[in-house]
């Protein structure tokens, strides 16, 4: 690992790597051509040993300000919390083949019972925290005392949320696992739903620890206190509170998963949007399958905080489905866990256009999604690409993460690839499964939009191509196409439901905190988001 910051091309950002060329400068130092956008940099006190020798690089940024003991043991102490509705409608009862019926709040009860013994077994210094709402907060902490009614108003999370901070310090869940289960299992339901200061209560404590998980449950509408989704006035003020959780979540390295009891309506397409940006889950459950659903959020270590990955192509390429064209884009992907993939989607720029929605217009005429429709000046300009002369193309990506210890660090992954302009030549070479993921990744990305015939178009146009790939010769995966229909049929039906609800095909309006699927159904929500990390490998 190297220490200091990389040296960065001064116009498009991009790093000096294994591909960079040097020639002496005039006085001393190196000239750096940036092989991205030709910008020549100059480097003082630079020698050729400082070049980077590899194609995977990590740079120190920042080193941890304490290192714990235990941490540097790589034992995992983070902070679990299950923010769980105990309002009224969780007393409502599904039947048990065989066995009779159970509540809602009894299938969550059995749930954390069976994660707790796990817990205290696999991540013995792990430190759970049980909070809950109905009408009102109560904060239990590991149980260990007496729980907290949370008097604080519920419509202001601040004060929530410095109320709840106050809190007895958490022992770790090998410890406390007894006292826990015993409260879980003394829960009863009551009153409405204070989901958003509930909220507010169970992050503040999360935050403490980077790399702790808020685990949300719940089977209702959001309609005490701050976050309430009653209401136009109301619903307008959460999407705002809902986008400042998001937001503190990621600055202090905390995933929230959000759960829905399935037959239940909880406006899914606001609450989503807390788990989507924090690296957290969505899903709608069957009380049955609780156990299941939090093993696997549990089971996903979280590798990295604040994870930022940037994308730099050639000036001659540009990076697809971004508001304008452009050669460099950037994901904020927030904690990541070992089974994440973000993929990008780039083409040729064409006569060197710099206008947008081309692409976005071919989407919405079911064009060709590998090659947007361009305007006819576009395709008659005599203007050379600059790739035009190039038998290589570099590719640099940059991850910018905060390590488990409290440390920063940025990972430079380059490469060059070889260019052809016999497309059949190119598709024998492709990565059919990275492909099929990007493809559910993009569809749910246009429907998150509010692009709904867009999203749909996009997705029959991937799988005519992939189907196209199939009928080669050299196509040695016969299985991905399946794979790629069954995983994102879900998804597509979803999308034409709403594709009819909103036949005019524009964009919803929402306000800066949410996505287009305030207005969708829980279900149509749960697709995108789920389809949005989506892996085929």
Known sequence: MHTGDPEACGDCGAFLSNLSELRDAAGEGKVWQCEFCDKENLLVHFSEKQKPNGEDVTYMIEPATTVQGAKTLGYD???????????????????????GYISRLKGVQTAIEQQLSKLAQEYPLRRVCLVTFESSVQVLGDCSAEPRLLTSSYTDHEAVMAEAKRMNALRPVNIAVDSIRARVRQLRTLGSTALGPGLAA???????????QVIMCTDGLANVGVGSLEGSEQVRAAEVFYGEMKDVAKE??????????????CRLGQLGILAD???????????????????????????ATKVRATLYLHRGLYVRHEPTVVSVATRDVGAVTGDQEITFEYGVRRGQTNASGAEADAEASGGDPQEPEQKSEDRDSKVRNPVD??????????????????????????QRRRLTRDRAEAEKSV??????????QQTARLAEQGRYRSSHAYNVGMSRKMSSWRSGDDYDDSQVQSAYEACSSDLVRNVRLEARRHPSGK?????????????ASDQTANAVYRAKKKSLF
């Open 77 to 99: 102490e983070s902070i679990v919390v299950f923010c769980i509705d105990v309002s009224g409608s969780m007393a409502a009862t599904i039947e048990v083949p065989h066995a």
């Open 202 to 212: 169970a992050l503040s404590i999360a935050m403490q620890t980077s790399g702790s």
């Open 252 to 265: 202090h390295g905390v995933s929230i998963s959000v759960i829905s009891i399935e037959g239940s309506d």
């Open 277 to 303: 940006a924090t690296g957290g889950q969505v899903n709608i459950v069957d009380p049955l399958q609780l156990r299941d659903e939090f093993g696997t959020i549990l089971d996903k270590r979280i590798l």
């Open 389 to 414: 002369d190039l038998e290589f193309v570099p590719f640099q990506l940059q991850l910018r993460y905060t390590a488990s210890d409290g440390s920063k660090a940025v990972r430079v992954f380059t």
């Open 431 to 440: 990565n059919v499964r990275v492909v099929a993921t990007h493809a559910v």
């Open 507 to 519: 964009k919803q309006s929402t306000s800066h905190a949410s996505s287009s699927l305030a207005t």
